[in-house]
């Protein structure tokens, strides 16, 4: 018998917090499907503390995944065979026993309506043998798995343990032919909790595996940290910010740990596009900086499939979507468009996903070599250390 989640009444959904209730949203790396939210693993940093839902301990849904698949197939940053899409990666894991037939459920769906979108899978949880076999019967769907691995061994901050996701990633990358593809999503990097030489070490080798690597920090915002301090973990900053934590030695030593490396990426999307061998979605091409550790057939599939848009047609794209329409081009460089005008980020992933190209908010502009992550750990207006 299939063991699925709780279906939630309307009254319940009602209760849950504003962000919670929103089954479809735009994140970074693509557009997200979220109609099972709860999960039991407890990890100390995990996004649930952001938006209030860190107690729900339990996988409910919010309603049927057919329901859920139209809502996202017709929402209005979907475009088929374009936009990039992340199932179950907020707010639970799409492995966890209860929440797996859902997954394939949601999979399968995609699927048979033929559709070709990237889709993104993040898990630390255990896979099976079986898994294998149901993942290859996919046709058009681009499916990436992508195992959360950190190597912390501090119980109070990740209690499910790392291993996991490393057998996972062993297990399912070990056939030769498949159409999926495996990530190692080696994350988050703490200085002093999982950044000795061993840890580095082991991530270098478990990497051999995976049909590519990516490496980033932690997400250390406001509600995280309060959670650090009550709980009495050890606090790894003493500032929260709201971008991603990756300080400048870390970053050189893991580059030197993989040096020899080809599968080594900064960014996810870049990581995916590679395992696929298509170009990166996002446009990171367009920040020079980000490419330095790149294969170089990859550069050159990033380098034909990129493409400077002009004002015209980044308003066009924008044009579709009413949140957008005051939204203005203050300025296209080569590597990004600059927009103001757009009052959240959701907007802006979807021209980027669009145009194939690099779209900044005037408010946030991106530092060198910083790669969109926090200042924290990083000498200001250095070049190089
Ligand atoms: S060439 Fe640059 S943009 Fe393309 S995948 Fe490599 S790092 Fe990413």
Known sequence: MTVTVQLLTRHQIERMPERAREVVEYRKSGLSLN??????????????????????????????????????????????????VQVFNRATDPFLPVVRPHTFAVLEDLDARKLTNHVLVITRHQMKPEDIERLNRLRCVKVTLLFTYSGIDNKDIEPYPSHVAAESLKLMSEPRER??????????LVPGLNDSPQHLDQAYELSKHADATVFTGLFYRDQIADYYR???LPEPYDEAARRKIMPETLERRVL?????????????SCAVA??????????????PELCDICPLAQLNRCKNA?????????????????????M?????????AIVSGLETEQPRYYVQHALGFQVHDVRHPHRERRHG??????KDGTQDG
Not at 36 to 64: E, F
Not at 328 to 336: P, R
């Open 306 to 326: 990129y493409k400077v848009p002009d004002a015209r047609g980044v308003r066009k794209v924008a044009g579709a979507l009413p949140e957008a329409r005051g």
């Open 230 to 232: 009550a709980n009495k």
């Open 179 to 188: 159409r999926y593809r495996t990530v190692l999503y080696w994350r988050p």
């Open 373 to 378: 992550r926090a200042d924290i750990g990083w």
């Open 274 to 287: 590679y395992a696929h061998e298509l170009s990166d979605y996002n446009g990171h091409y367009g920040i």
């Open 256 to 268: 030197s740990t993989f040096a020899g490396n080809d599968s080594l990426f900064r960014k996810t």
């Open 328 to 336: 203005v081009v203050v300025n296209i460089t080569e590597h990004a």
């Open 35 to 84: 109609h099972i939210q709860g999960c039991p693993l407890d990890c100390a940093y995990c996004i649930r503390h952001t938006y209030g839902l860190w107690d729900q301990r339990v996988p409910r849904a919010l309603m049927s995944d057919d329901e859920a698949v139209e809502e996202l197939v017709n929402h209005r940053y979907f475009q088929p065979h374009v936009t990039p």
